[in-house]
């Protein structure tokens, strides 16, 4: 795929929405941490739900130490591997009031050390909350990397890479979220609605349906 195709790509994703936005509901970067670690394996309409119930009680880090691991679990015990991610997500509240002053930190070193938070996480805080170019690369822009032929890669790591090296620079930004959102809603998983989709005649996936 050239860089004329890949700019037109962009260019339509974004006219169809032009400020495109996480699906996760937070008002703060500490917030959106927590909301990130609490969705790897659930849905972030699972996660949503959670949150509005927790974050009105508790959304700063000594907030939620001082529920406990047992009292966090209580809010959040309708998300998947919630046992495990309660625990990271008190043991990352005490690093970020021992080690950073209760603040968010905003380089992908200091935010890949706190419990819980892997590569895919730090890039979702380092793009969404402090605005720096980073590919949050999961399984809807994994799919939508491949298959459109925008960033073929055979993991993740070498799709992001591809990615922040092939996006045209003025979609750096906010490619994520277009991808993001095009895999979820659109390029589906087992049956992508081609025929609903803006970057089909662009698109090089061999196997197009009709939908």
Not at 4 to 16: A, G, N
Not at 34 to 53: C, E, F, P, Y
Not at 108 to 135: C, D, H, S, W, Y
Not at 185 to 197: D, E, F, I, Q, T
Request: charged share 25%; proline share 5%.
């Amino acid at each position: 795929m050239n860089k004329l195709k890949r700019t037109e790509i962009f260019s339509r994703l974004r006219s169809e929405n032009p400020q495109p936005q996480t699906e996760l509901h937070y008002t703060s970067p500490f917030e959106l941490l927590i909301a990130v670690m609490l969705s790897a394996q659930s849905t972030d309409v699972g996660v949503n739900k959670a949150t509005a119930k927790l974050f009105p009680h508790a959304n700063t880090p000594e907030a939620i130490l001082a529920l406990g691991v047992s009292g966090l679990k209580e809010y959040i015990k309708t998300i998947g591997l919630f046992n495990t991610k309660a625990a990271n997500v008190i043991k990352t509240c005490e690093i970020l009031l021992k080690q950073h002053g209760g603040e968010v930190p905003a380089t992908r070193e200091e935010l890949e050390a706190l419990p819980g938070v892997g590569r895919k996480t730090a890039n979702v805080i380092l793009n969404t909350a402090f605005r720096q170019i980073a590919m949050a690369v999961d399984t809807h822009i994994f799919r939508v990397s491949n298959r459109t032929g925008i960033a073929p890669g055979k993991t993740v790591l070498a799709v992001e890479k591809k990615l922040v090296k092939l996006v045209p620079e003025e979609f750096l930004l906010d490619a994520h979220h277009w991808l993001i959102l095009h895999g979820r809603y659109v390029c589906l998983a087992r049956k992508p609605r081609c025929g609903a989709c803006t970057i089909e005649d662009l698109c090089e996936y061999k196997q197009k349906t009709s939908d």
